[in-house]
């Protein structure tokens, strides 16, 4: 199998600089896309551009980097509706007067000015990930090769608001609450959305899926912890974007490293080697997705982990029967084979 060479960004440090932000301590340690095959297709994809992966050619060499990507680029404006009402010119025939042809060409105009037009679509319900105020959050090159081109595991958390949250358990009780947003390998590594104040926000499991509730306007954090002596890179999706690139999420991205026992907060889309847009919970159609002109995978979030080549990745199963392991099993006596 193809392996994977390249270099990824090292978080050296997270400051929370923007206003009304807290003395939450620095993470430990720093470092960093196809849905996976279980969820259901009709919900939205953490890594949309995946299904185009296998024709990209392989990303980075031992003289890549993470740093020479294009940094994610700030929403464009949104243009102001026009008005649907023509505006009369001196000297314009009546519209009763013109010719057959003059008003064929005068639809074909307003057709064709239709399609340029933004269009007015009814506003979605629930939360998006908006472009939010810039932080400073220092991050640099470290050479990571990959031993798979495919990650071993993906986390994907899907986030709303409380209504949201309650239509998705179709009605089910919100009671099913756990700490961690997601865990990966049996736990060895965890996935949490952190508010401000760096406490986990309010999670629940339903139906195999973790859901996340957010409020509008309020300011998140993406936390990854690892509880293994490996190193790992995790590539990170929101709404179907890259954290780092601001482009459709991919498994071919590089992204952040993971130290050993290590954990690093991300905390907006990477616009320099030095600041981040904060992730802020808003609208569908202010976010920062939606800005860019496709609003279809808002409301997931989704970790992609590669292991490096020449570790062993441990699982919580295999250590579970590591430590079930009896070391005399045959202490009883069995009884004679019948003849």
């Given at each position: 199998m193809?392996?994977?060479?390249?270099?990824?960004?090292?978080?050296?440090?997270?400051?929370?600089?923007?206003?009304?932000?807290?003395?939450?301590?620095?993470?430990?340690?720093g470092g960093t896309d196809k849905e996976p095959a279980g969820d259901n297709p009709a919900e939205p994809s953490a890594f949309p551009g995946e299904s185009d992966a296998a024709q990209a050619p392989a990303p980075g060499d031992e003289g890549s980097s993470a740093g020479a990507e294009e940094p994610a680029a700030a929403p464009p404006?949104?243009?102001?509706?026009?008005?649907?009402?023509?505006?009369?010119?001196?000297?314009?025939?009546?519209?009763?007067d013109r010719s057959s042809a003059e008003k064929k060409s005068s639809r074909a105009e307003s057709s064709a000015s239709a399609a340029r037009r933004p269009l007015e679509t009814e506003e979605r319900p629930g939360l998006g990930t908006t472009w939010g105020e810039t932080r400073e959050s220092h991050v640099s090159n470290a050479p990571f090769?990959?031993?798979?081109?495919?990650?071993?595991?993906v986390s994907t958390v899907r986030y709303n608001d409380e209504n949201g949250i309650s239509a998705m358990m179709r009605g089910g009780s919100l009671v099913n609450f756990r700490n961690d947003s997601g865990d990966t390998s049996g736990g060895v590594l965890t996935v949490r959305l952190l508010d401000a104040n760096g406490s986990s926000l309010p999670t629940f499991m339903n139906s195999g899926r973790t859901l996340v509730q957010g409020e509008h306007g309020q300011r998140y954090t993406i936390e990854?912890?690892?509880?293994?002596s490996s190193r790992f890179e995790a590539v990170v999706a929101v709404d179907g974007l890259d954290v780092v690139d601001g482009q459709t999420a991919s498994f071919s991205k590089r992204g952040y490293l993971i130290q050993p026992f290590g954990t690093v907060e991300i905390d907006g889309f990477r616009q320099s080697m030095d600041e981040v847009a904060a992730f802020r919970f808003g609208s569908v159609r202010g976010s920062y997705a939606g800005r860019k002109g496709n609003d279809r995978n808002v409301g997931v979030i989704g970790v992609a982990f590669f292991a490096e080549r020449g570790a062993r990745v441990w699982n919580e199963r295999e250590l579970v029967r590591r430590e079930a392991a009896d070391p005399f099993p045959g202490r009883f006596a069995s009884p004679p084979i019948a003849r």
């Open positions: 193809r392996t994977l060479k390249g270099w990824s960004l090292v978080a050296a440090s997270l400051l929370a600089v923007a206003c009304n932000s807290s003395n939450k301590p620095e993470p430990n340690t404006q949104v243009p102001a509706p026009t008005s649907a009402a023509p505006s009369s010119r001196s000297g314009s025939a009546p519209a009763a090769e990959r031993a798979n081109g495919n990650p071993f595991a990854i912890a690892n509880r293994s």
